[in-house]
């Protein structure tokens, strides 16, 4: 009974995305449907962390912006007079705040504890912060000056934003590595508090550091991923536009379809392999041992399980995930835009996701990523045209125009009532954990 329910949420989700092709563009149904796929991926990196350990972690902007980063970096075009300018300088700032922070925590094991341990670590770091800056700030200046209405930037390796996925994944998973180191030992609700923090500084500095990806003049023309072509250049070749010609099919619509499908496989083959992985991770002793750890830490600890350790990995690996979806995103947009990293967008709604598709359960994940990714998207134009016929036999006025006006909140209540609703009726989700 319960393979055969889960077949029907499936196939009822599918039937959104297929009436809104059929009611509204089949263009748009793949971009909501692209979307999805990577909330999904998203999803699965939450759940890791949460379904899987119980990690109430908030910062899931924070990787999914490294995701983007590793794109910027990785597959923008060269900017070889930016480096010139001041990248060497860049570069040597960051390798002695490497070098800092390695001694710092070196002199932090060696010297007994107390106050002069405190003092002499503080006064160090004090110091050293204003040689890195010194030692920044110059090349800073120098690569943004280089100019700044195009570039500003040091430029990326210029390499097909297909080898920067893995490349999210693992600046990600670097991030996730030092957030836990701080963050890990707190209480939950600290986590969550101090994780949102971290992600929010992350944003911020992609938002500011033009030297590093223009941050909110955006950078646009990054290389789409092999092998998906540019519409414009299927538009112009031939042995693309004879078969759409004798399917009396317009090449301009015929050429976006295409490239969306291609994303679709894409996104849908490596969502595919992830669950693959996490199902046969969750079955082994590993994922056993996780989930003993996640209902009883004092107990696994009795029992000679690592905790701290478990969940450091767990961390990292479920931020890996997100990271992947990430530099995936800014991928298929062929951008980087750091004002668009919003919370709500890439850390409440994933949570939401997880939550009505089902914690620790995959497929819940998925279910929950495809059907919120659509309504969260779908809401966007359902919302008017539902408002429309709401008030549609009203008279002229205030009341007409306000909730006219409003339509555009649609989305946020719409996921509240979906929420709400599963909570009171399934509350481990639509496909809860076994």
Known sequence: MAAQRNLILFAGVALLFILTGY???????????????????????????????GLFSTGIVGSVALGGLAVVLVSSKPVPDGWAAG???????????????ALAVWLYRQLKPGSTRSLALAAYLVVAFFIYRSILDAGVIATEANNPAQAGNIGGL????????????LLAAAGAWVIGKIALGLREDYLAIATLGIAEIIVTVMRNEDWLDRGVKNLTGMPRPW???????????????????????????ASTILVKLLYAGMFGLILLLLVWGCERA???????????????????????????????????????VVGLAGAMMTSMEGQLTPSSYLPLRFTFLIWVMVIVGGSGNNWGSILGGLLIGWLYLAVEFLGPQAMDIVTSGMPAGWLKDHLQDSAAQMRLLSLGVVLLVV????????????
Not at 163 to 169: D, H, M, Q, R, T
Not at 227 to 253: K, M, R, W, Y
Not at 423 to 434: D, Q, V
């Open 87 to 101: 990248g060497p300088r860049i570069f040597g700032a960051l390798v002695f705040a490497g070098l800092v922070i």
């Open 158 to 169: 210029g390499l097909n934003s297909l080898f920067a996925w893995p490349v999210g994944a």
């Open 23 to 53: 009611f509204q563009s089949w263009n748009l149904s793949l971009n909501i449907l692209n979307l999805a796929l990577l909330s999904c991926i998203m999803a699965i990196g939450v759940n890791i962390q949460w379904g899987y350990a």
């Open 423 to 434: 909570l009171r009726f399934a509350p481990k989700g639509l496909i809860p954990e076994k």
């Open 282 to 320: 969750l079955n082994s002793p590993w994922g056993r041992t996780v989930r003993a750890i996640r209902d009883n830490e004092i107990s696994s600890a009795a029992m000679g399980k690592d905790v701290k350790f478990r969940h450091l990995q767990i961390f990292i690996i479920g931020s890996a």
């Open 227 to 253: 092998p998906v072509p540019l519409e414009i250049d299927l538009q112009v070749n031939p042995a693309f536009l004879e078969p759409v010609a004798s399917l009396g099919l317009d090449p301009v619509t």
